[in-house]
């Protein structure tokens, strides 16, 4: 099947399938897999135009709200930390988006400029959950006895199904101002500053703007090793902030196709929907299966999809 506007041929059944499998494992740690459905459009497809950032911000759209709807389901959504990620990565994405087309139409250094963000985020990660090596915890209290719980209940003594809302107690958010925010999770207490969230979104939100993901697949790394926030309470937030900011990505892209006629800046809509497709299988999946996975090994999966990208991308630049 061709595509016109990603000028590529590609077999209608691979964008969902891979689609499916990157979302379903990338889910559980609170990112949509745009981040790595990028380098498989670039790299593998050869869709290396402008409007690939637009596309995967497509994907985003008809993806995530399955996994937003899992995570809420399970009482497990943060709401103020939603409202604050939005509000500082949606006027940071439109910033994003405006470079990205005027300064970096260059598939050669916007691979490098993603390699540079990827490696940082990546080493940061590792350099967290290696600290467990040096007689440093680093998986939340809450995080334990989460996923106690879920043993218990695997091994028949919860008191409720699987379907059971009580087996997931509700987050309850015990402050929300404009100097903090805090909430509760499994009877830990964990604070953070407001304006902190906000300008890390906001330049988050450039950052995301410019590779085409919404900002999720960066914010959510941070909040897990920089605010130590259980992965099991911000990946709800942080897929909702990237759904949000990837609607005003991809309007973005729409409206300012016509001032760049000799440029691909619109997306594939075509090829967006079908990568939506699966993603949005994929997310449900994996937002439902999280649980059942220790939060370490969530995070040593995003460490190293993050580092081999990245590394991938610094590859492709110097060949």
Known sequence: MFFPTAGIEVAFWIPPLVAFVISFFTSMGGVSGAFLLLPFQMSFLGYTHPSVSATNQLYNIVAIPSGVYRYWKEGRMVWPLTLVVISGTLPGVLIGAFVRVSWLPDPKNFKLFAAAVLLYIGARMVLELLKKNQGRPNQNDSEKRFQDMVRRHLEGSGKTGSKGKDLFPAIKVTH??????????????????FWGIFSLSFIVGIVGGIYGIGGGAIIAPFFVTFYRLPVYTVAGAALMGTFVTSIAGVVFYQAIAPLYPNMSIAPDWFLGLLFGMGGMAGMYLGARCQKFVPAKAIKWMLAVIIIFTAAKYVLDFFR
């Open 176 to 193: 929300f101002n404009l100097k903090r925010l805090g909430y509760t999770f499994y009877d830990e207490t964990f604070d953070v500053p």
